[in-house]
């Protein structure tokens, strides 16, 4: 079992930046894919990035490229997206996820390879 925690949304003005973290529970957090995804009212929830075990391979959404940067630290058991550039169009609530059978080079997009889900954290970007 594994146990994520979020934390570092907010409001935010289009243009200015936030980063997320998301704390993990467990000894075995670096046998984890982690992912962020997000949701908006009324829609599907959907990949941001996703990050492998050691953090060799990450892959993102085309929308996030060049703005938003996932990046993990095992021995502190957290991964974190960092998100510049925030436009009102990436209002959502976002989720990190930990998936336990990627492999170590996998960076599952799918949320339905993901086993653990944390709370989710708003953030909320006004124009």
């Known amino acids: 079992q594994v146990q994520l925690v979020e934390s570092g949304g907010g409001l935010v003005q289009a243009g200015g930046s936030l980063r997320l973290s998301c704390a993990a529970s467990?000894?075995?957090?670096?046998?984890?894919?982690m992912g962020w995804f997000r949701q908006a009212p009324g829609r599907e929830r959907d990949v941001v990035a996703a990050i492998s075990w050691s953090g060799g391979r990450t892959y993102y959404a085309d929308s996030m490229k060049g703005r938003f940067t996932i990046s993990r630290d095992n021995a502190e058991s957290t991964v974190y997206l960092q998100m510049n550039s925030l436009a009102p169009d990436d209002t959502a609530v976002y989720y990190c996820a930990a998936a336990s059978r990627a492999g170590p080079i996998g960076v599952p997009v799918d949320p339905e390879k993901y086993d653990f889900w944390g709370q989710g954290t708003q953030v909320t970007v006004s124009s």
């Open positions: 467990g000894r075995t957090f670096s046998r984890y894919a």
